[in-house]
């Protein structure tokens, strides 16, 4: 079955730096990434997803990207602020059954 | 207007009660999953049912047990409950299976068996 690896699994950054999150996975028939947001106590949230057929995809100030062959996809955040501080999983599918996530990132924006 | 909505919030019962928890969408999605958090913030999947059908079911004891009465609820009853079973357990859903849309989780029931 699919295993999804996640790095690192605490990221502090300045306000305003970069972040980024990286994942592998197992499973080469996977198709489907997915990104999630959860912040303490509260439900995760899907801030962004890729499909197998895309290399690259952008909403706003965060990015993700997907290497197919090297069998990873990593999450960049831009000009980040404090309530881009949470914790951020990534995860991956066949079709998007069955989502397996990785173990999370907690990122801590200092102000 | 919640999209997937979870009930209890919080539960805390003793070691060996059985308790239910209850989750319903109405997102009109066709699938539906319970997903366990420890206490290391991992999210693995329990059960998932599609339309009514069980066409997930992980590595779970089988003191859990999942019931789809129609396709917007689906329900976890938990027997002989043990201290291991403490977590917060989500539901989601999505759209018609093999189409790739991301999930919408309900707010969580925070189990803690004492």
């Known amino acids: 079955g699919e295993n999804v690896e996640q790095h690192p699994s605490t990221l502090s950054v300045q306000e305003g730096d970069s972040a980024v999150i990286k994942c592998t996975y197992s499973d080469s028939a996977s198709n489907y990434f997915p990104w999630y947001k959860q912040e303490l106590g509260k439900r995760p949230q899907l801030i962004i997803d890729i499909r197998s057929n895309v290399g690259e995809k952008k909403d706003q100030r965060i990015a993700v990207t997907l290497n197919k062959t090297a069998k990873h996809f990593s999450l960049h955040i831009t000009e980040t602020q404090p309530e881009d501080s949470a914790v951020y999983f990534c995860?991956?599918?066949?079709?998007?059954?069955?989502?397996?996530f990785g173990a999370g990132t907690i990122l801590r924006v200092k102000s | 207007d919640t999209a997937v909505s979870q009930t209890p919030k919080y539960l805390v019962t003793q070691m060996g009660n059985d308790k239910s928890i209850k989750c319903e969408q109405n997102l009109g999605h066709d699938t539906m999953y319970w997903y366990k958090q420890d206490s290391k913030k991992f999210l693995k999947i329990m059960f998932s049912y599609n339309n009514k059908e069980l066409i997930i079911n992980e590595t779970v004891p089988n003191r859990f047990s999942p019931k789809s009465p129609d396709k917007a609820h689906l329900n976890l009853h938990i027997n002989s409950l043990e201290l291991g079973d403490s977590a917060v357990y989500f539901c989601?859903?999505?759209?018609?299976?093999?189409?790739?849309?991301?999930?919408?989780f309900g707010s969580g029931t925070r189990l803690t068996v004492v």
């Open positions: 995860a991956a599918s066949l079709y998007g059954n069955k989502l397996v």
């Open positions: 989601a859903s999505s759209e018609t299976l093999g189409q790739g849309a991301g999930y919408t």
